[in-house]
């Protein structure tokens, strides 16, 4: 667990590089030379994106002949979203409570 809590990858998909890059996974899995035709970006470029990715654990690869190929670390997926779903129901709970101290009349708040 990071410093912020589980949260982590959600740090790495900040940079809109790394964001385009992992949306594109999302769709397929790709090579560095096929996610570098997509981007206005070199091929050591989406590279290092990947690495940081994969680091961050979002992206995994495998060898294909003489090649990587990149998709989306499902684990990686689920623990984000895990994250996110529970920031969700905080934030919802948080509503809730505060609906439920709230006056219910804003007249009687003046009186």
Avoid: C
């Avoid at 949260?7 to 769709?27: K, N, Q, V, Y």
């Avoid at 570098?36 to 060898?63: M, N, T, W, Y």
Wanted: net charge negative.
């Amino acid at each position: 667990m990071g410093t912020y809590g589980d949260g982590e990858g959600l740090g790495l998909l900040g940079d809109a590089t790394r964001r385009a890059i992992f949306e594109l996974l999302a769709r397929r899995p790709r090579s560095v030379g096929e996610l570098a035709e997509e981007l206005p970006i070199s091929r050591p470029a989406v590279s290092q994106h990947l690495r940081v990715l994969k680091e961050g654990g979002l992206v995994v690869d495998q060898a294909e002949g003489t090649r990587r190929v990149y998709r989306l670390n499902p684990d990686g997926v689920t623990a984000l979203r895990a994250y996110l779903e529970r920031i969700w129901d905080d934030a919802l709970t948080a509503f809730h409570k505060a609906a439920e101290v709230a006056p219910d009349d804003p007249e009687q708040e003046n009186s």
